[in-house]
Structures are given as C-alpha cells and as structure tokens.
C-alpha cells in the first residue's frame, strides 16, 4: 500500500474502531456483544495455538536448558581450573624437587673433584637422525663459557662444548659417534679412548693388549693437555662386557656411561680446572656386600639319638632315687 493521505486516514479510522470494540467489551463484561466473534476465534485459531506452543515450548526448554547447562559449564569450567593450578602446582614442586637434587649431586661432583662450574639449564636438544647427540644450554660467552670445555652433571662426564654464542651454546654428547675422550681404569690405571656409539654402550680401546679387565671395573677421564677438552677425574661409567684378549696391541671393552643422555636438565660447565689431578677421589663409594648368615645344621642318626634319650632318662631316674632313699633316710628316727 503506498503512503497516501487516504491510507493514512484509513488507519486512523480501524485504531479507532480496534480501541471502541476494546472499551464496549471491557464494559459488557460476560454479556459483551463481542463475545461471540471472541469465542469464534478462539475455536480457529485454539488448535494452531496449541500446536505452536507444542513446537515452541521444547525450544524454550532447550534454550532455558543451554542456559543452565552454561551455567554449569561455567562452574565446571572454575572447577577443572582450580585442580589444573593445583596439579600444575604439585607438578612444579616435584620438578623443582627433582631440579634441587640433581643440582645438589651436581654440586657435591663438582666438589669432591675441585671443579670450577658454571651451572646451566639444558634447554633444546639436537635431532638424533644419524646419531648426532647435541643439546643446548644456556649460557654462553657472557657467562664465560669458551669453546672445548668439560659439561658434566651429578653422575659424570655429560659431553663438551663445541659451539658457543652470546647466551647460549652448544653441547656434544659424550654417546655422539663424533665424540672420543681419554680414559683411566681405576685403580690399575689402564688407558684407553672412548667413543660414542648412540644407545649403546661406548666403545673403549684399552692401549694395552693384555689388560686384566672385568665388568663391574669404572673408569673416569684422563685429562687433557691443558685441561681442553677434558678435565681429569670426570666419572665416565661402568664396564659392562670384555672382548676376549686376542694378543693385539689393544684391546676392547664395552661401558654404561654413569650419564642418562636422554634425561638431561641441570649440567655444569667447568670453567675452571682443578689444580691437581683427583684421581679416582670422584667415583662414588661402592657399596659394600651384606654379611651372609650361614647356619649349619649336622644330622643325627634316629638310633643315636635315642640313646642319648635313654641314657639321659636313666640318668635322671637315678638321680630321683638317690633323693628319695636321702629323704627316707632323713625321716628315720
């Protein structure tokens, strides 16, 4: 319909007649003359009514529903945070009671041998395609650290510096198939170079053909000419397997390093080397073997034994005889 002046006053004309009708059936009451056209429309359009509110009312209860349920959502949601927080929590205090000790067998390392350490925190690790074992520490020149120096942690020898920048440097490991490090047995002092070998337990030429070695025999670093790459006394790791001797110049045998390379996290980088070599003083005590309790238990002959039984029952009934005719004999006027 357009906007003319006639339509205009058309719908001026049913406002008026729509409010009239409203007044005539507010005062007729039940005896309203509209209430028969009422009642009329109520029978047509009752059923349509019914049947939108039929259709809506399971929107409305699903609306009221998603509204709940966000509700709760939102609870749920402050519930599953506050015990993230706290297992973040927990998990924060195992780690940096982890990191605490670590750091302390660090420390106590570091001490028995006289090293001086720059502490560091292992933070990337290298790819291990074609067994190329490097992490990242971070420190780096502004720390003092300089290419070829001894990384280690609480168990031993971890690897060397090789690259080094502003903050940050680069480490290889000591199970890298590029690495090899003089060795010393302990206490026969045998030499030997040991070389990485990825997963596996290194590989040590011993220089002496003929050496008398056994698993369960530790070694520790050589040392180098001033003291690069590699300090004296760094606890390498533990024989674990002896190539037969075959009268060689040298001779092979297989070592667990002491270092987890796959569970690194607090290193020391040794700044400064000790003033005398410490020997075999930074391998750990090992532990004694507890006593063995040995009973011994000698079997007798069941005829044995029963006369042993007797006599000592025939024994025994003399002795009461004897005390008896005593007795007697004490009563007798």
Request: hydrophobic content about 35%.
């Amino acid at each position: 319909m357009r906007d003319t002046r006639e339509s205009r006053l058309l719908l001026v004309l049913l406002i008026a007649i729509a409010f009239a009708l409203i007044t005539v059936d507010i005062r007729g009451g039940q005896e309203s003359p509209v209430d028969g056209a009422r009642q009329a429309a109520a029978a047509v359009f009752g059923p349509v009514e019914n049947g939108v509110a039929a259709a809506v009312d399971p929107v409305a209860h699903a609306i009221g529903a998603v509204r709940d349920s966000g509700e709760r959502h939102t609870r749920i949601a402050a519930l599953e945070k506050e015990n993230a927080e706290l297992k973040a929590k927990l998990g924060s205090d195992d780690r940096n009671r982890n990191r605490l000790r670590e750091l302390d067998s660090m420390l106590k390392t570091a001490g028995a041998g006289q090293y001086g350490i720059k502490g560091a925190q292992v933070i990337a690790i290298g790819a291990a395609q074609g067994f190329s074992w490097t992490v990242t520490i971070d420190v780096g020149s502004r720390d003092g650290i300089t290419r070829d120096m001894t990384v280690l942690n609480g168990a031993g020898l971890v690897g060397r510096v090789t690259t080094v920048g502003p903050s940050t440097s680069t480490v290889l490991l000591a199970n890298d198939p590029d690495f090899t490090v003089g060795t010393r047995m302990e206490k026969s002092d045998e030499l030997g170079f040991a070389t990485g070998r990825g997963d596996s337990p290194l590989l040590v030429q011993l220089l002496n053909g003929k050496a008398k070695v056994e698993p369960g025999d530790r070694l520790v670093t050589f040392g180098s000419r001033a003291d690069k790459p590699f300090v004296p006394g760094v606890p390498v790791g533990e024989v674990v397997r002896v190539d037969p001797a075959g009268g060689g110049l040298t001779r092979n045998i297989y070592v667990r390093p002491y270092v987890g390379f796959t569970k690194l996290d607090i290193v020391g980088v040794v700044v400064q080397a000790p003033r005398s070599d410490p020997r075999d003083t930074v391998l750990p005590q090992k532990p004694k073997p507890a006593p063995t309790v040995t009973v011994t238990v000698t079997p007798t002959p069941d005829g044995q034994q029963t006369d042993r039984q007797n006599r000592a029952q025939n024994q025994n009934d003399g002795q009461s005889d004897q005390q008896a005719r005593q007795d007697q004999g004490d009563a007798t006027p």
